[in-house]
């Protein structure tokens, strides 16, 4: 698991680390400046000619370090400072007085742009901006930004990309490219979202002797998690039985439709649950029982509502799945409405059942910690009634804020799915790719969230790692299929790639935090 920190959470540890551990600003400066030069080692071939360009804060300070360290040890080097130098920061006027008396060639900020584009320039170091920003970037910041991007040189941001917001990963104006950044203590929660994410190019996390317990007083709300963090979920005892794995209710799939209850069904068996129930139209029986004989099959016919069915399979259940396939229709408002109102398990509302939300709203009421919904970014904005061009101007803000006025766990999709338990955490899912955008890629995600809360997790842990899984999956069935060709059953084949172990082997799940 890796911390993801914001803007305010990060300087929130650097603030701690000076101030109550009382390690002193410069020291970590030195620190990040000598970790930053280290890594970027590796990018000199030869002697090639390197320019920093620095603002007048800290991350400005960070550059002018570097370009003492880099000129001590022989490297061509130059510096660009932009900004009102008479609003530097106490270590910035530090690092730059040292950086005058050893006559380390300077470019007057009015020119660097034109200097970039004129010279031959084999390494920039982007120091502009650290992860404070939080205004448009313009002037004289954006011609040398895009005069960088234009270069052909090798990009090191220090930090973050300037021009990145570190909290929502969005674009303020104009940012810089990286072909390397180098991130000190925690990866930023804007560098591991879209756009961000793709302007930052490889991602290295350095440690600059921020102590943990400063993390620990600032508790950082974001992480993710890698394949490793599946050595969590639990070991299946050898004295079992199909119901020691938990029982899913799959209510899925009108007349043709069939496909999204098979992917949701077979799905949640992939993911280790015991037993799968599926309630759907009886028009799907053959297509069910032949792509899915393992289902117990409770079927209703079209112009009918199975009260009594749903009230049984709803009783036998540990867990409910309930919207693929379902159609917009007054009895899937019927079976939503009575799930919502009389559950006694968790439940996990997908496609149309949100659809279905959004259009009678006084449902969400109904909602609360046992809810996982699993919108897309198009289905979110039916539910809030806010454009999807509003939303992602700060998705994680839209997951926390509904997640907290609705009591549910938020699993909002999208090519970096968030998964967030009101503002108490956020789950920020890093891997998966773009061959996951295809038709009943979602059913497959409900049914494996479905499975795990069967098995006994907690909705936001089974949330989480549902998502964790589906990823892996995901990327395992790239490697076999290519991303233009995978379609969501190979996703769900692939869910036997994911390792299930756990350390504690007590049939039980750990909290994940």
């Not at 799968?276 to 009918?304: D, H, M």
Request: net charge neutral; glycine share 12%.
């Amino acid at each position: 698991m890796r911390f993801l920190t914001d803007g305010l959470e990060m300087r929130g540890m650097d603030r701690y680390s000076i101030e109550t551990v009382g390690i002193p600003s410069i020291v970590l400066m030195e620190h990040a400046a000598a970790a930053a030069v280290e890594e970027m080692r590796g990018c000199l071939n030869g002697q090639p000619s390197i320019l920093i360009v620095c603002g007048t804060g800290n991350n400005g300070a960070d550059g002018l370090a570097m370009a003492r360290m880099l000129a001590t040890e022989g490297r061509e080097v130059s510096v660009a400072v932009i900004g009102n130098q008479q609003k530097a920061t106490e270590e910035w006027r530090i690092q730059a007085k040292i950086c005058k008396q050893l006559k380390i060639p300077s470019v007057h900020e009015t020119l660097t742009a034109e200097y970039i584009k004129s010279k031959r320039i084999g390494v920039v170091v982007d120091g502009l901006f650290g992860t404070g920003l939080s205004r448009l970037v313009s002037g004289l910041y954006q011609e040398a930004m895009d005069a960088i991007n234009h270069s052909g040189a090798f990009v090191v941001s220090i930090d973050i990309p300037s021009g990145i917001s570190a909290d929502t990963g969005v674009v303020l104006g104009c940012a810089v490219k990286a072909d390397l950044t180098v991130t000190f203590q925690c990866e930023k929660l804007g560098m591991a979202l879209y756009p961000g994410k793709e302007y930052c190019g490889r991602v290295v996390v350095r440690d600059i002797g921020i102590p943990e317990v400063s993390r620990l007083a600032v508790a950082p709300k974001a992480f993710t998690m890698e394949k490793e963090d599946l050595d969590q979920l639990p070991k299946r005892p050898a004295y079992s039985n199909k119901g020691t794995f938990g029982r899913v209710l799959v209510i899925a799939g009108t007349k043709n439709m069939a496909g999204a209850a098979v992917l949701s069904g077979k799905a949640a068996y992939r993911s280790g649950t015991g037993l799968v129930r599926i309630l759907t139209s009886e028009e799907n029986r053959v297509i069910l029982q032949t792509a899915l004989p393992e289902a117990i099959l409770t079927t209703y016919t079209e112009g009918e509502f199975p009260l009594a069915l749903l009230e049984e399979a709803c009783d036998w259940a540990k867990a409910i799945v309930i919207g693929p396939g379902l159609g917009i229709s007054d009895r899937t408002t019927s079976l939503l409405r009575y799930v919502l109102q009389y559950r006694k398990v968790p439940v996990v509302v997908d496609a149309d059942a949100l659809n279905t939300i959004a259009l009678h709203r006084e449902m969400l009421s109904n909602l609360g910690p046992d809810t996982i919904l699993t919108p897309h970014l198009g289905e979110m904005s039916r539910l809030i009634g806010t454009p999807v061009s509003h939303m992602v101007v700060d998705l994680p803000e839209i997951a926390r804020s509904f997640s907290e006025k609705t009591g549910a766990v938020l699993v909002l999709k999208d090519a970096c799915t968030l998964v967030a338990e009101g503002r108490r955490r956020l789950y920020v899912n890093t891997c998966g790719n773009s061959g996951m955008a295809t038709g009943g890629s979602g059913d497959v995600l409900s049914g494996i969230i479905g499975g795990l809360l069967a098995a006994g997790m907690k909705p936001f842990d089974a949330a989480s790692y549902g998502v964790l899984m589906h990823g892996l999956a995901g990327d395992a069935a790239a490697c076999e299929w290519g991303e233009r060709a995978m379609m969501a059953g190979d996703i769900v084949r692939r869910i036997d790639s994911v390792p299930f172990r756990n350390r504690n082997g007590n049939g039980g799940y750990d909290e994940i935090l």
